[in-house]
């Protein structure tokens, strides 16, 4: 069992950064691939990255990639979402999730964190 919780979510305006948290509590957390997933108002939760549990492999959605990086520290038990050059097409609720491996499917995660918000404004 894992608990998640994000945090650094907030508003901010276009071309701004954030970075994201996720922090796990619970055993053996390099053992799980983690994804990062948003959603917005009226739409369907959408993949916005991967990290592997060693923390190696990162993959992005097209819409994020070169703007967006995932890494992790094991040993403090988070992943982060660095997020550059943010558009007002960001703005959503942000989650992450584990899983045994990494998918780019959010059915197939097991544990969420509540979500945190950011708004980015034009």
């Known amino acids: 069992q894992v608990q998640l919780v994000e945090a650094g979510g907030g508003l901010v305006q276009a071309g701004d950064s954030l970075r994201l948290s996720c922090a796990a509590s619970?055993?053996?957390?390099?053992?799980?691939?983690i994804g990062w997933f948003r959603q917005a108002p009226g739409k369907e939760r959408e993949f916005v990255g991967t990290?592997?549990?060693?923390?190696?492999?990162?993959n992005y959605a097209d819409s994020v990639k070169g703007r967006f990086t995932i890494s992790r520290d094991n040993a403090q038990n988070t992943v982060y979402l660095q997020m550059n050059s943010l558009k007002p097409d960001d703005t959503a609720v942000y989650y992450c999730?584990?899983?045994?491996?990494?998918?780019?499917?959010?059915?197939?995660?097991?544990?969420w964190g509540q979500g945190t918000q950011v708004t980015v404004s034009s």
């Open positions: 999730a584990a899983a045994g491996t990494t998918y780019s499917d959010y059915r197939r995660y097991w544990f």
């Open positions: 990290i592997t549990g060693s923390g190696r492999t990162t």
């Open positions: 619970g055993r053996s957390f390099s053992g799980y691939a």
